[in-house]
């Protein structure tokens, strides 16, 4: 629940159908996309009539809006849960952050906000739901303490740019499409990746970055 719900909505039954909606929404913009997920195949994934739907949330709006906080909330669990794993012994930190975070962005709340990115391009009312949402995602999740194995040390541009160029390259090679040895390709970038992290990060050289 947060701040703006009613408390005639605040019982535990209209709170455990709030939850049904949204995780709904979440996995069918996953399934089907933003668009094909309107607020009536929503509400019949969450077994509920048109009116009881309505009653959560009236208009379209509310519903994005509840639904964009709540992949928000799952996404922080995600790097809860992450930052809370102990890294393998010998296993260097920052390839141990991109495996995670490649990991990650498999799971529904990043795909699904992944979509609503996507469609946000062309649908102004998303768009500006999603401005505050990505701003707090990026300081809070890969800007703060919870994925530090990318930022590495302070506020040192170098180490700002490991970060970023680990980080864009991943979600980048989460959305692209390959024709052809697509799981060698994936695993062959991933590589370079890790190697172009740790050389930012003062841990390898230029010739490091591509080996045979």
């Known amino acids: 629940m947060d701040d703006r719900t009613p408390l005639a909505k605040a019982t535990p039954k209209s709170l455990r159908t709030r939850a049904r909606i949204l995780e709904s929404a979440m996995q069918l913009f996953v399934e089907i996309g933003y668009h094909a997920a309107t607020n009536a195949v929503i509400a ?4 509920l009539t048109r009116g009881a739907m309505l009653y959560h949330f009236a208009t379209r709006e ?3 809006e509840a639904v964009i906080e709540h992949i928000e909330r799952q996404r922080a669990r995600l790097f809860e849960k992450a930052a809370s794993a102990p890294t393998a012994p010998g296993v260097d930190a920052a390839e141990h952050a991109i495996d995670v975070y490649w ?5 529904a709340p990043f795909q699904a906000f992944a ?3 996507a469609a946000s391009r062309t649908d102004a ?9 990505r701003s707090e995602f990026d ?3 890969l800007g703060g303490d919870r994925f530090g194995a990318l930022v590495q040390a302070g506020d040192d541009p170098r180490f700002q740019t490991s970060r970023d160029l680990g980080r864009f390259l991943l979600e980048g090679l989460a959305k692209g499409s390959m024709t052809y040895d697509e799981i060698a390709r994936r695993e062959r970038l991933l590589t370079v990746v890790k190697r172009a992290v740790r050389m930012l990060n003062r841990k390898g050289d230029l010739q490091d970055l591509w080996t045979r």
Do not use: C, N, W
Request: net charge negative; glycine share 4%.
């Open 139 to 141: 300081r809070a999740q």
């Open 103 to 107: 990991s990650m962005l498999h799971e």
């Open 44 to 47: 019949d994934a969450a077994h």
């Open 62 to 64: 509310d519903l994005v």
């Open 125 to 133: 009312m998303l768009r500006e739901r999603l401005a505050g949402a």
């Open 115 to 117: 979509e609503l990115e």
